[in-house]
Structures are given as structure tokens and as C-alpha cells.
């Protein structure tokens, strides 16, 4: 356990905006997801390193990890409902054919 | 006499009834139970007013006004409250029995006449919807309660005018109605809310200490009543929708336009009388003035229709301005000295019911024989229909005022009232009287009397000139005779009432005695109008008859257009009010107001076309100016 945590909050910045990048710029459906998935990742990790470093013994950052892990796996299975569907309907899952939704 | 509830209710209940179910109803369901309810409702009435003059008079010589329900309506502030309920006086006691009878009739009669027709339920509903309306008027315990039914019996008039709604006649004649009665009543409800601001309530009889403060305004507020009460009641010059009127159903013309609304005007004053006589006799007289011309307006147009229905309405028309006039002669409260308009003013309105309600069901019955209108189609009607004729006949003797039928009676009473007005006034009514004589028997001629139209039309037939043989007149089915024989009784023997007896200007009981220089005077005129009328139409329309067309021609053809008075009222409508007034008004609400609320939804509108590209429907946009947002959050937080 002698890694600094700069190198370990640096990891985690490097994975949101590689995130908060491909979201912005990739126009497939997954691909978007698994962007968001990587978002959530970075967080993850943010949690687990302060508790680590900063208020060792106690529990909370762990948990809340935890919990994110959790909520991304239920929010996958969603999304991943949800782009079968537009699939299904648009016989596409590029994001532009997802115009006509603002109606 | 909590009973009474009950006139109101059953009509009521059976208008909802035959409204709501009627079209699944067979006719002679609906025209069945409109008829028993109609029973049942003169049966409560007669006893009513039997019970009430049976009850006696109280200790000052009157028969009391007895309120059987009051209740408060819609309380308005401290004192001003509207009521709703039923009061009983020797007048409404009155009315309830011309109502009902003169219903019941119609209803009996309706049967027959309007057998088959399409709409005969809606018909039966719309007649229930009437009697409740009058009869609710009639015992209204407050002004408002009667303006309340007063609107109602508007609505059921205008609903049977255009019973016929196919034929764009009656619509135009029901829309004509409505608005001009409509206008009417503005007048009204504007003299009720200067009466109840003033006196501060809406009673008929308010206490004398308020109405002291209130002296000033009140024959403004009367005035404006009689306004109202002159449109109901076809007053000149507000008298021009009563004829067009004639385009409903003949039964309904005698229902409502001939014995029962149209007298609305003549009981509201007789309602109001105390007031008038103590506080505004200066509009009594307004009222005689406007009466008699009327009157005599009436009786010279009645004298050159050809439509018999018109010529009848022409006549209640003039009539029912002989009820005003003798309300406008009254001088005084006590019938002894100048009070006696009032007692003869209701007799003539009960007598004129009879024979008018009678009048209009024997033309009816005409005019289901013949299958017209017009007096060229009659003639030599005599043979074929004898029991209408002789009904038609009673009824015309007595609306000319020959003793010993109804009419002479009330009308003569009418005429002493007025030469104890003043000299001319008699006079002026005496004419008018004798014109009345004419011009009924000058119609009685025509349909009954002269070369029969079906004859001639047979002789062509029979020699081949024509293709089609003519149909031949009958006599109506008993449902629409016994009717006309009931009513025609009533008529025989209804002068004989002792009406002073039961109502009279101070309530105290007055003994009717024939004065006999004006009655042998009205008899001698009558006759001569039956005279002339002789000469003139017995036998068709004789040499001297075309002779006298040919030297009035300009007069006769100028009364026959009523004396252009609805072209007066178009013109003053069409061309002053909607090009004067209506049109600038119209242009200021379409071009100003409108324009102003357009302003702003176009500039609402402008605003939305801008931002409108921001939702683009593109996820990754959102996400961008999310992005930016939380960015310029951060950079606020983070530097201030």
C-alpha cells in the first residue's frame, strides 16, 4: 500500500474525461454507454481512494462504491432495454436517428 | 293551501319527462301525459281559487294576499333578498283559473290538431314548459320571481314560434320575437334593480315609510317596467313581433299569443297598480295615451289582412290595448271614483281569453279544413263546418260586445272607465270598439259566408280547366270541437260573473252595473260595424266593397303593410344602430382589443422562433451546454 494517491486520482481524472470525451464525441449508441460506464468508474474510484487515504477505518467511501457499482449494473441493463428498442424501431442505433424523440 | 306547490311541480316534472324521454315515447304516450297533467293542474288550480274566495274577506272588507311558501333565495345584502314562492292574491287566483283553462283546452285540442306530426312529444314537452313559466309568473311573491318567469315564458314562446324549425318563416318569426321582447325586458330589469335599490326590496307592496325616501325615483322605475310589460304585450311600437308570432302552431297562437302571455304586460301593471295610483299617476296616463293609440292602430290594420291568423293578431293586439288603456284611465284606488279601469281591465281579461283562445281554435280548425291562411281560400265555409261556425260566431258577437256574450260586459266597463276619464277618450275608444265589430264580422264573412273557394274549384274540376279535384272541407275530429263548444259556454255565460265581486281596485267588493247611455251607445256602433261588414262581405266582396278598395287604394294598401312600421324598425336598426353605432364599435373591438392581445401573442410567438434551434433533439448538444453549465457554475464558486 505505498502507492501515492496523486497516481491513483490522476487514474481516475485520465478514465473520466476519456469518458466525458468518447460521450461527446462517439455516435453509437454503446459506445455512449459504455462512456457512461466509464464516468461512473472514475467516481467510483474517487470514493474508494479518499476513504482510503483520508479517513482510514471508517466504511462509507467503500459502501458508496459499492452502491455505484450496483446502480451502473441496474442503469446498464436499462439502457441496454432501451437501445434494443430504438433498434427495433429505428433499425439504427446512431444517435442522430434519435432526433425525432423531442416530440 | 301548501297544495298549490304542486301547479308549479307538475307541469315542471312533465316538461322534463316528455324533453327527456319523449322521442322514445309513442305519441299518444306524450300527448296523454301532457294532457292529465294539464288535468290535474286545473283541478288544484280551480280549487285553489275556489278555497281562497271561499276563505272570505278580513276584518277591512278585502280578501288578503296568503303566501302558502316564501323562501330566500339568493340574499343580495342586508334587507334586498330575492325570494322564490307562491302567493295567492284575488288577481293570480284569477289567472291560475284563464291559465289552466285556456291550456287544458289548448292541450284537448292539440291532440287532434297536431296529430301526426313530427315533433308532437317536443311540441307537448314545450307547452308543459309554458304553463309552468305562466303560471310561475302569475304567482311570483316578488318582482324578481316574476322577472325570473317572465324570461322563461320568453324561451317557451320562442321555442313553439319555431316549432316548424324547417320552415325558415318561423325561424326568422321566433328569432324576431325573442329579440325584440328581449330588448323590452332590458328596460325592465333596469326599472327592478332602480326599484330595489331605492326601496330595498323587491316586493310588490313595500312598507310606506320607504317608499316615501323612494318617491322620487319611482315613476322612472315604473315607466321602465311598463316598457318591458309593453314588449310582452305588444304595445306599439313594439308590437311588430306578435304578428309574425302567427308562423307557429295555431293551438300555441292561442295559448300564448292571444289569451295568456301576451296579457304578461297588462297583469304586471295590474300587479304594480297600488304603486302606480300613489306614486306615479303621471305614467298611468302615458300608459292610457299609448293604449289608445295602439288600439285604434291595431284595429286599422286588422281591418285589411287577408291572413286570418294575422287579422286575429291584430286584434288581441288592439284588445289587449283596450286592458292597458282602462289600467292607464284609473284616478284613484277606490272603484267608485275613477279606480274602476282596474276591476274592468282584469274582466276584459278574462272574458278576452275565452273568446280570443276561441277564436284562434276555431281558425285552427279552419285551417286544418282548408290547408291555408289566406281568406281567398275560404268562403261559403258554413255548410261544411257547422260547429265551428257557430263557435266562431259566438265568439265574434261577443269580442264585438253584443249582450248578451262576455265581451259586451267587460268592454262596456272599459268604456265607462273612460268617459270618467275625459269625454274624448270614450269617445275615441267607442270608435275603436266599433271598428272591432267590424272587422271581426268582415273576417267572419269572409270564411264563412261569400262563394265557397271549394265549389268553385269543383265546377273547374268538372268542366276539366283544372287536373287535380279539390280537396273538400270537413268538420274537425270532436277532440278539437268540444273545445271550441266549452270555450264558446264559458263565453255565454262568463259576463254574468259578478267579477266585481272577487276583484276590484281596492280589494273591497264592487257591484258592476251596466251604465246604460254608454251601453246602448257601444251596442249601437257595434252594430253598425256588423252592419257594414254586411253590406260590405256577405255575399263575397260586393260592388260597393270594390268601389271603396278602388277610392282608398293608398290607405288600404299602406295599412296592409301594417304602415311600414317594420320597415321603420329596419331601417332604424339596420341603417342608424348597425352603421352608426354597431359598426365603429365592432371596428374598435376587432382593430384595437384584438389588436392588442394579437401584439402579444406575435410578439410571443417571435420570441419562441428565436430559442426554438436550442432543442434540437441532438443528445450530445444537451450534454455539451450541460457541460458548459456546470463548468461556469464551478468557475462562479470556484472564483468568487
Redesign the interface.
Known amino acids: 500500500m505505498n502507492i501515492p494517491a496523486e497516481y491513483l486520482l490522476i487514474l481516475s481524472a485520465v478514465l473520466f474525461f476519456i469518458g466525458?470525451f468518447g460521450?461527446?464525441t462517439r455516435r453509437n449508441l454503446v459506445s455512449?454507454l459504455i462512456s457512461t460506464e466509464m464516468m461512473l468508474n472514475a467516481v467510483d474510484i474517487n470514493f474508494a481512494v479518499f476513504n482510503a487515504y483520508c479517513h482510514p477505518g471508517h466504511l462509507e467511501g467503500y459502501i458508496f462504491s459499492l452502491f455505484g457499482i450496483g446502480v451502473a449494473a441496474a442503469e446498464t441493463a436499462v439502457a441496454i432495454a432501451i437501445i434494443i428498442n430504438v433498434y427495433r424501431n429505428f433499425h439504427s442505433i446512431h444517435?442522430?436517428r434519435?432526433?425525432?424523440?423531442?416530440y | 293551501m301548501e297544495y298549490t306547490i304542486l301547479i308549479l311541480i307538475l307541469p315542471l316534472l312533465s316538461f322534463l319527462l316528455l324533453g327527456l324521454a319523449g322521442k322514445i315515447m309513442p305519441h299518444k304516450v306524450a300527448g296523454t301525459i301532457g294532457t292529465l297533467t294539464l288535468v290535474a293542474v286545473t283541478a288544484l288550480s280551480y280549487y285553489a281559487a275556489i278555497e281562497y274566495f271561499a276563505a272570505g274577506r278580513d276584518a277591512s272588507g278585502v280578501f288578503a294576499e296568503t303566501m302558502p311558501y316564501n323562501f330566500h333565495w339568493l340574499p343580495l345584502g342586508d334587507t334586498l333578498c330575492i325570494d322564490m314562492g307562491i302567493l295567492i292574491s284575488p288577481i293570480s287566483a284569477m289567472m291560475l283559473i284563464v291559465i289552466s283553462t285556456v291550456s287544458l283546452m289548448v292541450h284537448i285540442y292539440s291532440l287532434g290538431y297536431m296529430e301526426g306530426e313530427r315533433g308532437f312529444q317536443r311540441y307537448y314537452a314545450f307547452l308543459s314548459l309554458f304553463t309552468f313559466s305562466m303560471l310561475g309568473l302569475v304567482v311570483a311573491t316578488n318582482i324578481f320571481q316574476m322577472y325570473v318567469f317572465w324570461e322563461l315564458v320568453g324561451v317557451s314562446s320562442y321555442l313553439l314560434i319555431g316549432f316548424y324549425y324547417t320552415k325558415p318563416a318561423a325561424i326568422a318569426a321566433s328569432k324576431k320575437a325573442f329579440i325584440v321582447t328581449r330588448f323590452a325586458d332590458l328596460f325592465f330589469l333596469i326599472g327592478i334593480l332602480i326599484y330595489g335599490y331605492y326601496t330595498g326590496t323587491y316586493s310588490f307592496t313595500p312598507q310606506t315609510d320607504v317608499l316615501a325616501t323612494a318617491g322620487a325615483v319611482l315613476p322612472t322605475a315604473l315607466l321602465l317596467m311598463f316598457i318591458g310589460g309593453a314588449g310582452k304585450s305588444a304595445m306599439f311600437p313594439l308590437h311588430i313581433w306578435l304578428p309574425d308570432a302567427m308562423e307557429g302552431p295555431t293551438p300555441v297562437s292561442a295559448l300564448i299569443h292571444a289569451a295568456t302571455m301576451v296579457v304578461a304586460g297588462v297583469y304586471l301593471v295590474a300587479r304594480m297598480f297600488p304603486l302606480f295610483i300613489g306614486y306615479a299617476p303621471e305614467v298611468l296616463h302615458i300608459i292610457a295615451y299609448v293604449g289608445a293609440f295602439t288600439a285604434l292602430y291595431a284595429a286599422i290594420v286588422a281591418c285589411v289582412q287577408t291572413d286570418i291568423k294575422r287579422v286575429l293578431a291584430f286584434s288581441t293586439i288592439s284588445q289587449i290595448a283596450f286592458m292597458m288603456v282602462a289600467l292607464g284611465v284609473c284616478t284613484s284606488a277606490d272603484p267608485h271614483e275613477g279606480g274602476l279601469g282596474y276591476m274592468a281591465s282584469m274582466f276584459h281579461l278574462f272574458t278576452h281569453a275565452m273568446f280570443k283562445g276561441l277564436l284562434f281554435l276555431g281558425a285552427g280548425s279552419i285551417i286544418h279544413a282548408v290547408h291555408s291562411n289566406e281568406k281567398s281560400h275560404m268562403g261559403g265555409l258554413r255548410k261544411y263546418m257547422p260547429v265551428t261556425h257557430i263557435t266562431f260566431l259566438i265568439a265574434c258577437l261577443a269580442i264585438a260586445g253584443i249582450p248578451p256574450f262576455s265581451g259586451f260586459f267587460s268592454k262596456d266597463e272599459i268604456l265607462v272607465a273612460c268617459y270618467n276619464f275625459s269625454t274624448p277618450m270614450g269617445v275615441f275608444m267607442s270608435i275603436v270598439a266599433a271598428m272591432t265589430a267590424f272587422y271581426m264580422f268582415r273576417l267572419y264573412y269572409l270564411i264563412f259566408w261569400g262563394k265557397s273557394h271549394y265549389e268553385e274549384q269543383l265546377a273547374l274540376y268538372e268542366r276539366g280547366a283544372c287536373d287535380h279535384e279539390p280537396h273538400k272541407p270537413h268538420e274537425s275530429p270532436a277532440r278539437m270541437t268540444i273545445p271550441l263548444i266549452i270555450l264558446a259556454a264559458i263565453t255565454c255565460v262568463a259576463g254574468f260573473i259578478p267579477f266585481g265581486e272577487f276583484i276590484s281596485s281596492n280589494g273591497r267588493a264592487y257591484t258592476i252595473h251596466i251604465d246604460k247611455g254608454v251601453a246602448t251607445a257601444s251596442i249601437i256602433l257595434a252594430a253598425a260595424g256588423i252592419a257594414l261588414a254586411t253590406i260590405m262581405y256577405m255575399k263575397g266582396e260586393s260592388r260597393i266593397t270594390a268601389k271603396i278598395n278602388q277610392v282608398l287604394r293608398t290607405p288600404i294598401k299602406a295599412a296592409y303593410h301594417r304602415f311600414y312600421m317594420d320597415e321603420v324598425w329596419m331601417f332604424i336598426t339596420k341603417k342608424i344602430i348597425f352603421k352608426g353605432i354597431s359598426a365603429p364599435i365592432a371596428w374598435f373591438d376587432r382593430h384595437i382589443v384584438d389588436g392588442s392581445l394579437d401584439l402579444l401573442a406575435k410578439t410571443a410567438q417571435k420570441a419562441g422562433a428565436l430559442i426554438r434551434p436550442m432543442?434540437?433533439?441532438?443528445?450530445?448538444t444537451y450534454?455539451?451546454w450541460f457541460?458548459a453549465g456546470v463548468l461556469l457554475i464551478s468557475a462562479i464558486l470556484f472564483f468568487l
Do not use: A, D
Request: proline share 0%; charged share 15%; hydrophobic share 50%.
Open positions: 466525458v460521450f461527446f455512449l444517435i442522430k434519435l432526433k425525432n424523440l423531442k | 432543442q434540437s433533439g441532438n443528445v450530445q450534454s455539451i457541460l
